[in-house]
């Protein structure tokens, strides 16, 4: 499809850059990707998601939650 030709040319171009991981976040293929460089054992969806600030929390009074693995 046209949007894995898209997000190959970025791998191409922006490579060595660091960009392609927020890429892989973004469209889902993070896990996929870790697999094929058989690094498996370094997906969790901690690395998916930021931890919320606890002052963030404690203004809402325990309705927003703590992100998974934090």
């Known amino acids: ?3 894995k030709l898209v ?3 970025r791998t191409l171009e922006l490579g060595c850059e660091g960009q392609t991981w927020y890429d892989w976040i ?3 293929t993070l896990k996929d990707v870790l697999t094929s460089q058989n ?3 370094t ?3 901690k690395i998916l998601l ?3 600030p606890e002052s963030e929390i404690d203004i ?3 309705k927003l939650e703590q992100n ?3």
């Open 7 to 9: 997000l190959h040319e």
């Open 60 to 62: 809402t009074k325990g």
């Open 43 to 45: 997906y969790s969806k």
């Open 26 to 28: 973004r469209t889902g």
């Open 39 to 41: 690094r498996p054992n």
């Open 50 to 52: 930021y931890p919320i």
């Open 68 to 70: 998974d693995d934090y």
């Open 1 to 3: 499809t046209s949007r």
